[in-house]
């Protein structure tokens, strides 16, 4: 017997895909979208659908870009001699902060 109906029964097991998310958290997030003005929800949709449509791959180093090369294999200024090797492109992120 399903609790829900079947667009947020879809919706919670969509969420539980997400890397992290168990079953709990699917539900508080999916009603959470549910309960927000229509616009806050679509604007999620619409950045998920945007970052899936224009983010790439670097083609050097893996890196998320707009381009096909991204804007640190691209800079001349750096050294490329020098390589860090790295798990997640977000891993990236925190090395460039320090």
Known sequence: MAYYTLPVENLIEEL???PGIG????QR???Y???VPRKEALKL???IAEARDRV??????FNVTEREICEICSNSKRD???IC???EPMDIVAIERT
């Open 16 to 18: 539980r895909k997400l």
């Open 85 to 87: 090797v790295v798990e």
């Open 56 to 61: 790439k791959f670097c083609q050097i180093c």
């Open 29 to 31: 997030i999916a009603f």
């Open 80 to 82: 490329s001699s020098a």
């Open 33 to 35: 979208l549910l309960k």
């Open 23 to 26: 079953p709990k958290s699917a």
């Open 45 to 47: 949709a619409h950045a």
